[in-house]
Nanobody
Framework: QVQLVESGGGLTQTGGSLGLSCTASGTRFTIGAMGWYRQAPGKQRELVAAITRGGSTNYADSVKGRFTISRDNAKNTLYLQMNSLKPEDTAVYYC??????????????WGQGTQVTVFS
């Protein structure tokens, strides 16, 4: 059973920075693509950023230039560096992983979510 454990997040003011990490464990196979999604109250879950096994990335237009996704394959760990945060970035952020190596919408496995709150 794959487990994704997120850490990081928290509270910051507009313009601040936060970092998220997500470590996968319990796998008997090579983790493929990974990504971050978020869900704000009353809204649907949306893709924030994704990264393939090989390092190709995809970002939501709303975070391009502000967020950076990266991964350490040796550690089965995914990262999201969030800069220039805005109140509209406030949401629960979920880590996702997939068996597929090249998908940019990973969705096989999910973390429990971590709250990010940005106040003005």
């Amino acid at each position: 059973q794959v487990q994704l454990v997120e850490s990081g997040g928290g509270l910051t003011q507009t313009g601040g920075s936060l970092g998220l990490s997500c470590t996968a464990s319990g796998t008997r196979f090579t983790i493929g693509a990974m990504g971050w999604y978020r869900q704000a109250p009353g809204k649907q879950r949306e893709l924030v950023a994704a990264i393939t096994r090989g390092g190709s990335t995809n970002y939501a237009d709303s975070v391009k230039g502000r967020f950076t996704i990266s991964r350490d394959n040796a550690k089965n760990t995914l990262y999201l560096q969030m800069n220039s945060l805005k109140p509209e970035d406030t949401a629960v952020y979920y880590c996702a992983a997939d068996r597929r190596f090249t998908t940019l919408t990973p969705n096989d496995y999910w973390g429990q979510g971590t709250q990010v709150t940005v106040f003005s």
